[in-house]
T-cell receptor, first 111, second 114 residues
C-alpha cells in the first residue's frame, strides 16, 4: 500500500537554527498536509498544500509541494523551544477518503 | 482546544476484555475519523464516518467496530483486547466528508492492556 516516509526520523538542533524535513511517497499525492503533535496531545494542522510546486508559509514555517507530487518539504526558520514535537506529513490516498500519515520527524530544540 | 472531546482520557484493562471509546466532534462537524497511534509510531487511520454512515475504512481489525449516532457523536468499540492494542486512540472531526478538509483532533484516549 501507499506509504509516506519522513526524514530525518529525529533531530536535535540549537535554538535559532533553521530546520528542514521532508516527506516522500511511492505514489502521487494530490494534497499534502503538515501536522504538528505536541507531547500528550492530538496533531494540529500547520500547513495544507493543494497544487504541485506550491510554496506556502505560516509564520516561521514554509512548506512546498514537490513538482513530482511524490514529495513535500517543511522548513522552520529560527527555531524556538516551543517548536519541540513530532511533525507529520499526511494526505488522502489517491481516489479514496483514506488518510495516510507519515512516519514523523521528532524535533528537539536545545536552548 | 480543538473542540473535539474524547472520553475517557485513560483506560486500563486486561486482555480479552472489551472497551468503548467515545468522541464528540466539533459543533457542526459531520465527519468523524478514528486513528490509532502506537508507541513511537505514526497515526494509523482506522475508519471514517460521515453523517452517520461509514465513509472509509483503513487498517481496522475485525475485533474493532465503530458507529456514529444521530447526534453525531461516535464510539469505537474494541473487543477481545490484546497486549498489542495498547495505544493512543485519536478521534478527529471535519465539517464535511471531504478528506481535503482540515481535520481537528481530540486529545486522545490512552488505552493500556495488561
Amino acid at each position: 500500500g501507499q506509504q509516506l516516509n519522513q526524514s530525518p526520523q529525529s533531530m536535535f538542533i540549537q535554538e535559532g537554527e533553521d530546520v528542514s524535513m521532508n516527506c516522500t511517497s511511492s505514489s502521487i499525492f494530490n494534497t499534502w498536509l503538515w501536522y504538528k503533535q505536541d507531547p500528550g496531545e492530538g496533531p494540529v494542522l500547520l500547513i495544507a498544500l493543494y497544487k504541485a510546486g506550491e510554496l506556502t508559509s505560516n509564520g516561521r514555517l514554509t512548506a512546498q509541494f514537490g513538482i513530482t507530487r511524490k514529495d513535500s518539504f517543511l522548513n522552520i526558520s529560527a527555531s524556538i523551544p516551543s517548536d519541540v514535537g513530532i511533525y507529520f506529513c499526511a494526505g488522502p490516498t489517491s481516489g479514496t477518503y483514506k488518510y495516510i500519515f507519515g512516519t514523523g520527524t521528532r524535533l528537539k530544540v536545545l536552548a | 482546544d480543538s473542540g473535539v472531546t474524547q472520553t475517557p482520557k485513560h483506560l486500563i484493562t486486561a486482555t480479552g476484555q472489551r472497551v468503548t471509546l467515545r468522541c464528540s466532534p466539533r459543533s457542526g462537524d459531520l465527519s468523524v475519523y478514528w486513528y490509532q497511534q502506537s508507541l513511537d509510531q505514526g497515526l494509523q487511520f482506522l475508519i471514517q464516518y460521515y453523517n452517520g454512515e461509514e465513509r472509509a475504512k483503513g487498517n481496522i481489525l475485525e475485533r474493532f467496530s465503530a458507529q456514529q449516532f444521530p447526534d453525531l457523536h461516535s464510539e469505537l468499540n474494541l473487543s477481545s483486547l490484546e497486549l498489542g492494542d495498547s495505544a493512543l486512540y485519536f478521534c478527529a472531526s471535519s465539517p464535511q466528508g471531504n478528506p481535503l478538509n482540515e481535520q481537528f483532533f481530540g486529545p486522545g484516549t490512552r488505552l493500556t492492556v495488561l
